[in-house]
């Protein structure tokens, strides 16, 4: 088995994003491109996406919604 030291040099990983959601919004409100915003906070633009997603709050789920019945429907 390998050890690992990790615990002594720091986290392994990815490093974690330093942007906070309302830098993407405030750029976004100003009809800047995602691939913009990307570049000018030095993150992806899937990474910009997710974090103004974050804004938006708890969605409904609609993934799981289905059709009513005839018979549900009252």
Known sequence: MIA???GARGRVGRPSVSIKPEQVCQLKS???SWR???KALGIGTATAMR???SLDG???NTQ???PKT???VE
Do not use: C, E, M, W
Request: proline share 10%; glycine share 4%; charged share 30%.
């Open 58 to 60: 708890a969605r409904p």
């Open 4 to 6: 690992s030291n990790t």
């Open 36 to 38: 913009r915003i990307g």
């Open 51 to 53: 974090l103004f997603k």
């Open 30 to 32: 100003q009809h800047v």
């Open 64 to 66: 799981d919604a289905r």
């Open 70 to 72: 005839p018979d549900q």
